[in-house]
């Protein structure tokens, strides 16, 4: 059904005289094909505008995604007290998330880039032929409208699959900040300020938190390399040497890693074997124990087991 209708249109009454002239002179001499043409203009015109605000607020979005993504990634844990550290788990999970986000975003900010051109020669020209195939100026928004489209339904695919995957870390990150708060958690400072025997004793106090039983909670003369044995809540029986000293002296070398891998097994028949230290293991140990499956926790693996409470097990699968 057609329906026929005259409108009428009621030009606007400026207050400036010379305005109202220019204006209605130019209605004067309107035509029937000319004001067709210049509805169409403000029609085009108005959709490159809808167009270019809904890619600029995708994008808005993607960035600000972005940044709490980097600030997660960027946080670890540390001893220091200034700032307030993400989890290691948490922290890592927004890697994929930021990597698929740097696409979408590179692929918007494309796309609004030829938004906005195109929207700019609408604004400068209207000499194209109506009715020509495919249109006018309007039809170099197409491409990056549907780009900008598909960006912004993968950041909403993106935003609900890292919301899945950080909501485990982000449960256990309140875990870990509660420990911080408690009277458990032990920093370096304190830890550098132990004796070697403080220090033993506290590593069988890190493991009793964890669930495990402590059968040996200090080593002495011939301990064989074995100052802690602890079993797991599993049934696993671990057993720890303790390399102390004050501050970053404390160093591990392969001799180390060697006297402990030719008793721990064969002697105190151990089925987990790990070197504790507040210090740093050398390249060349930390090679000879990995082939010997003896797992070493530095002064950075050290800072998430007695500062955060990250339960040892758990803390030897990232290290």
């Known amino acids: 059904m057609r329906i026929e209708r005259t409108p009428t249109v009621v030009p606007p009454k400026y207050r400036d005289r010379e305005l109202r002239y220019c204006l209605g002179e130019f209605l004067a001499g309107a035509t029937v094909q000319g004001m067709k043409d210049a509805v169409l203009y403000e029609a085009e015109r108005t959709i490159a505008l809808e167009v270019q605000t809904e890619v600029r607020t995708a994008l808005r ?5 972005h940044r709490h993504g980097e600030r997660r990634r960027g946080t670890g844990m540390s001893d220091d007290w200034d700032w307030t550290p993400a989890s290691p788990a948490y922290a890592r999970s ?11 975003i590179d692929q918007m900010e494309d796309a609004l880039a030829r938004i906005e ?33 598909a960006a912004r339904a993968r950041l909403v695919e993106l935003v609900a699959a890292d919301r899945e995957n950080a909501h485990e870390v982000a449960l256990r990150e309140a875990q870990y900040r509660a420990f ?9 400072p304190a830890i550098a300020a132990m004796s070697p025997t403080g220090f033993e004793l506290a590593v069988a106090a890190f493991l009793r938190h ?16 074995a100052d802690v044995i602890a079993v797991s809540p599993q049934g696993q029986r671990y057993v720890l040497q303790c390399k102390h000293g004050s501050r970053r002296t404390a160093r ?27 210090g740093t293991v050398t390249a060349p140990a930390r090679a000879f124990a990995r082939s010997q499956r003896i797992h070493c926790i530095d002064r950075d693996a050290l800072v998430r087991w007695a500062t955060w409470g990250q339960p040892l097990p758990e803390l030897l699968t990232a290290f």
């Open 252 to 278: 591990v070398d392969s001799p180390d890693i060697q006297r402990l891998n030719g008793t721990a097994r064969q002697v105190h028949h151990a089925d987990v074997v790990v070197v504790v230290t507040n």
């Open 94 to 104: 927004a890697g994929p998330l930021l990597k698929e986000l740097e696409t979408v």
């Open 180 to 188: 911080l708060a408690s009277e458990h958690s032990v920093t370096l």
């Open 117 to 149: 051109k195109a929207r700019t020669s609408l604004e400068r020209r209207y000499g194209y032929d109506a009715g020509e195939a495919g249109g006018g100026p309007l039809r170099e928004l197409s491409l990056p409208w549907k780009q900008a489209r």
């Open 210 to 225: 964890d669930g495990f039983t402590v059968l040996r909670e200090r080593g002495g003369s011939g301990d064989l390399g």
């Open 61 to 65: 979005d993607a960035r600000l995604v």
